[in-house]
């Protein structure tokens, strides 16, 4: 199985910062990977697609990058509602699998 | 809009059996694969099962294979989990995911979930 790393597993931010979390394949999975956002409670919500696609109807602060086995998620500037906890998922090869999340507070 | 609704779940003892349902609207179900993801208490996420539309396809996890079973009807636009030999390790929320036409892998809409307890 491919696994994927997520880090950090925790931030802390505040309003207006720039925010980054980064997501290491144990291999190639070429642009095959997702970011989903997770409010405590709730469903998790598709935020980005093959890597650097904005889903429709996500706020363009959020953007993701990468390919190959490194990957990046943004969020430009930080609003209170972007407290979460974000994961990326590989689909090059089943099982899919996530990473172990990042969890997002505000300072 | 988009409508995924869990249910099912509940506290079953370990050796149990359980059937979780999915009723999807909103969409042409017919069209989209479909899978399940689940969440064990204070964890992350972890796919389960997904199904092609035709019910053709079916693929599974290696720690369900054998014990679950995912199955569709599409003229009830709903999905199914059929669990058997229930672990304490099954234990998690149920997430019900709509896929693309193409892919399975891309989970676009979700449910709220249903939570499964395995316990004695």
């Known amino acids: 199985d491919i696994q994927m790393t997520q880090s950090p597993s925790s931030l802390s931010a505040s309003v207006g910062d720039r925010v980054t979390i980064t997501c290491q394949a144990s291999?190639?999975?070429?642009?095959?990977l997702n970011w989903y956002q997770q409010k405590p409670g709730k469903a998790p919500k598709l935020l980005i697609y093959?890597?650097?696609n904005l889903e429709t109807g996500v706020p363009s602060r959020f953007s993701g990058s990468g390919s190959g086995t490194d990957f990046t998620f943004t969020i430009s500037s930080l609003q209170p509602e972007d407290i979460a906890t974000y994961y990326c998922?590989?689909?090059?090869?089943?099982?899919?699998?996530f990473g172990q999340g990042t969890r997002l507070e505000i300072k | 809009e988009v409508q995924l609704v869990e249910s099912g779940g509940g506290l079953v003892q370990p050796g149990g059996s359980l059937r979780l349902s999915c009723a999807a609207s909103?969409?042409?179900?017919?069209?989209?694969?479909m899978s399940w993801v689940r969440q064990a208490p204070g964890k992350g996420l972890e796919w389960v099962a997904n199904?092609?539309?035709?019910?053709?396809?079916?693929y599974y996890v290696d720690s369900v294979k054998g014990r679950f079973t995912i199955s569709r009807d599409n003229a009830k636009n709903s999905l199914y989990l059929q669990m058997n030999s229930l672990r304490a390790e099954d234990t998690a929320v149920y997430y019900c995911?709509?896929?693309?036409?193409?892919?399975?892998?891309?989970?676009?809409?979700w449910g709220q979930g249903t939570l499964v307890t395995v316990s004695s």
């Open positions: 995911a709509r896929g693309g036409v193409f892919s399975g892998s891309c989970y676009y809409y």
């Open positions: 909103g969409f042409t179900f017919s069209s989209y694969w």
């Open positions: 199904i092609k539309q035709d019910g053709s396809e079916k």
């Open positions: 291999q190639d999975i070429s642009n095959y």
């Open positions: 093959d890597a650097s």
């Open positions: 998922q590989q689909y090059d090869n089943l099982p899919d699998t």
